[in-house]
């Protein structure tokens, strides 16, 4: 019985375990063919998915790393002495006065022995103080003001000097009749010269563009670009004099600031013809930099619409265009009218409604004109006109100090600046307070190949037409409060070899020349040179690595400035080897040597 009972338990056991593997194996099929559904559906859902997308927009990549090594030399400064005396003035304690220090001021912490100036000043630079006074032009100031002739009453002018200055000096609110004394005190400082530099800058730059096509004639374009600072997280800067170093509409992502993407380009074009006429218009934030001229400079093809010669900077607006070559046989024969917005001052500004202001939105119009393009050879024309400028536009730095004004008779002009320091690092967001002038633009730029060489050659000329005076108090106690008012040049050639033996580069050198009046608007980091009123040089190398999708790009520029104010039309230029300390309150850059080595990843 016992071996019966062993025998059925196993064949249970047998069975069991038979059974068992049975529905082991049919859950692994089913498993199986599970997955191979899911891998099926995933593919189609993917390439579908794929194809939808793409069908409607196509996005490729540019990266960029580049590294500078930058040095500034001849930098005109204030001394040290001008310097310190501004900062003591900005922190009030530099002089005080009753009336009369010659009898003795009542004595302070920085002041003890109550002579009306702060002791260390004194101190370290009484000679220099000193030589001031005894300037000819201070004494000629100080003489007209009443001042004794120093020559028969030495004592006498230099009391009366004293109690001047320490008048001029014991407030950072500046009487009108005092704003000329000062600019005149300042003007007969000498700024010191010193060498600077910046060995190591790098910068990432990524652009994405986009671009969509419903049929042959309606299509989309854009580019977001990050251009960031290695080590930088703001695009909030300390401002040097230049608009480079202000964030601003108009070079945003064109200068290296933070990490954030911002639309550079997004504009629809719509195209059709009429009879042999083809016609295309189009709205949006313009390709407005890296235009014609750049080719070269960039290694690639053209990668902007205005002329590269006069403006690439950032603007929102619209063009009208017409193909004429197959209506008059003149190869490539193109005239594009443009519009472009760079102020709007009727939104979200301090004057948005005030029918009194005296600002208004900022209007640019202008013609390109392709003239002859027959692909080895081309000639363009591009003319622009600025209608009411404005004395600057909306935009955000890091001020050192400001000027606030007050006007008490309201005659436009201010009968006492304040000087406000910023100890604080506060970012200060600033508008234009006045409309000053306008503005004429031309400039002609031919290019071709030539025995495989690229080459160009431009002129280019500004014309500025002050209308009226800025309100910015700033702009007036600087005395720069007027346009500038003159015809300025700008000559810019350059010529790159084809493909070199052995390597494969190509070499290239840009030479360009502006005058003193010469005034575009540029505001990209890649083309800064070509607002240089003086003589810029400038020789890079491309190294292809992978083709032209991966290359890399070694180069120098030497700047020599001949005037100051580059790039700005308020304020007349001085030349730089007469700068007084009152032009260099920001430093003013004579010569810069600037090397870079950029890595380049284009698809």
Request: some cysteine; aromatic content about 14%; overall charge negative.
């Amino acid at each position: 019985m016992r071996k019966l009972l062993s025998v059925i338990l196993g064949v249970l056991l047998v069975s069991t375990f038979a059974f068992a593997d049975s529905e082991l194996d049919q859950l692994r099929k089913q498993i199986a063919d599970l997955q191979t559904q899911v891998d099926t559906m995933n593919k189609f859902v993917s390439k579908n998915t794929r194809h939808t997308a793409t069908d409607k927009l196509s996005i490729s990549a540019e990266f960029m790393t580049r590294l500078d090594s930058t040095q500034y030399k001849n930098v005109r400064a204030l001394p040290e002495f001008a310097s310190d005396m501004m900062g003591l003035w900005l922190a009030d304690s530099l002089a005080q006065t009753d009336g009369d220090v010659t009898d003795g001021v009542t004595s302070t912490a920085w002041d003890s022995n109550g002579d009306g100036f702060n002791d260390a000043f004194m101190s370290n630079y009484y000679a220099d103080f000193g030589q001031v006074m005894m300037n000819p032009q201070i004494v000629g100031m100080l003489m007209s003001m009443g001042a004794p002739d120093p020559t028969t009453d030495q004592g006498g002018y230099q009391a009366f000097a004293m109690n001047t200055f320490a008048g001029m000096l014991s407030s950072r609110t500046v009487p009108a009749q005092y704003l000329d004394a000062l600019k005149t005190t300042f003007g007969v400082i000498k700024p010191k010269k010193y060498d600077t530099n910046n060995d190591f800058m790098l910068t990432n730059r990524l652009r994405l563009r986009l671009s969509s096509k419903v049929n042959e004639n309606l299509s989309f374009s854009g580019r977001l670009t990050m251009f960031k600072t290695f080590g930088d997280s703001t695009p909030f800067h300390f401002f040097n004099g230049t608009m480079g170093s202000m964030a601003l509409d108009a070079n945003s992502a064109q200068v290296p600031t933070d990490d954030t993407l911002r639309v550079e380009r997004a504009y629809f074009v719509y195209k059709n013809s009429i009879g042999d006429v083809h016609w295309h218009f189009s709205f949006g934030r313009r390709p407005a930099a890296y235009g014609y001229g750049m080719e070269n400079h960039e290694n690639a093809v053209l990668g902007g619409s205005p002329a590269g010669t006069i403006i690439q900077m950032n603007f929102d607006g619209g063009s009208l265009g017409f193909d004429l070559a197959d209506l008059t046989g003149i190869p490539g024969l193109n005239v594009k009218f443009c519009y472009g917005q760079g102020y709007e001052g009727g939104y979200g500004t301090l004057n948005s409604m005030n029918a009194q202001a005296d600002v208004n939105d900022v209007h640019f119009f202008g013609a390109i004109v392709k003239l002859f393009d027959n692909e080895d050879y081309k000639v363009i024309y591009n003319w622009a006109h600025g209608y009411g400028l404005t004395d600057g536009f909306i935009g955000t730095a890091v001020f050192p100090f400001y000027v606030s004004g007050n006007d008490y008779n309201l005659d436009g002009q201010y009968d006492e600046y304040t000087l406000n320091p910023n100890y604080g690092g506060f970012v200060s967001r600033v508008e234009p307070m006045s409309e000053v002038g306008n503005i004429d633009l031309h400039s002609i730029i031919a290019q071709g190949y030539t025995f495989d060489f690229s080459w160009f050659a431009s002129y280019s000329m500004s014309k500025t037409d002050p209308t009226n005076r800025s309100a910015n108090p700033m702009y007036q106690f600087m005395g720069m409060d007027q346009m500038m008012d003159g015809t300025g040049h700008m000559y810019w050639l350059g010529v790159m070899t084809p493909e070199l033996p052995f390597l494969g580069g190509k070499l290239g050198v840009e030479y360009n020349h502006g005058t003193k009046y010469w005034q575009p608007f540029i505001l990209t980091y890649d083309a800064q040179k070509l607002a240089t009123r003086g003589d810029v040089y400038e020789v890079y190398y491309h190294q292809p690595i992978v083709g032209n999708n991966f290359f890399a790009t070694l180069g120098y520029i030497h700047y020599d400035y001949e005037y100051t104010n580059s790039g700005n039309f308020m304020g007349e230029p001085v030349k730089i080897e007469d700068a007084t300390a009152f032009n260099t309150l920001m430093p003013v850059v004579d010569k810069v040597d600037q090397f870079y080595l950029k890595m380049t990843y284009r698809f």
